[in-house]
């Protein structure tokens, strides 16, 4: 069975940094694309960041140049720096990763349960 784990949420200041980790556990075959997307109360969900196998990786625009996606491919673990935080950014954060396992060779999409990130002063 495949799991992926949140960590890393919590209040912070605007202007403060906060560093999310993702780690993908089971009998994992393959990772594709590791990224995260956030949700806010009556909203949809958002397409934050995404970083492929290839190392490429793609931002919201909202989120360019203050958010770092990263990844550890020893590790199966995705991370999120967030800089220059922004009250706007209080968000429910959830991991997500397109990848296969030894009990179905093709790709599928998991999510993790989701972290919550709060800025406020």
């Given at each position: 069975q495949?799991?992926?784990?949140e960590?890393?949420?919590?209040?912070?200041?605007?202007?403060?940094?906060?560093?999310?980790?993702?780690?993908?556990?089971?009998?994992?075959?393959?990772i594709?694309?590791?990224?995260?997307y956030?949700?806010?109360?009556?909203?949809?969900?958002?397409?934050?960041?995404t970083?492929?196998?290839?190392?490429?990786?793609?931002?919201?625009d909202?989120?360019?140049?203050r958010?770092?996606?990263?990844?550890?491919?020893?590790?199966?673990?995705?991370?999120?720096?967030?800089?220059?935080?922004?009250?706007e950014?209080?968000?429910?954060?959830?991991?997500?990763?397109?990848?296969?396992?030894?009990?179905?060779s093709?790709?599928?999409?998991?999510?993790?349960?989701?972290?919550?990130?709060?800025?406020?002063?």
């Amino acid at each position: 069975q495949v799991q992926l784990l949140e960590s890393g949420g919590g209040l912070v200041q605007p202007g403060g940094s906060l560093r999310l980790s993702c780690a993908a556990s089971g009998s994992i075959s393959s990772i594709g694309a590791m990224g995260w997307y956030r949700q806010v109360p009556g909203k949809e969900r958002e397409l934050v960041a995404t970083i492929y196998s290839s190392g490429v990786t793609t931002y919201a625009d909202s989120v360019k140049g203050r958010f770092t996606i990263s990844r550890d491919n020893a590790k199966n673990t995705a991370y999120l720096q967030m800089n220059s935080l922004k009250p706007e950014d209080t968000a429910v954060y959830y991991c997500t990763s397109v990848l296969s396992y030894t009990e179905r060779s093709t790709y599928s999409r998991f999510w993790g349960q989701g972290t919550q990130v709060t800025v406020s002063s």
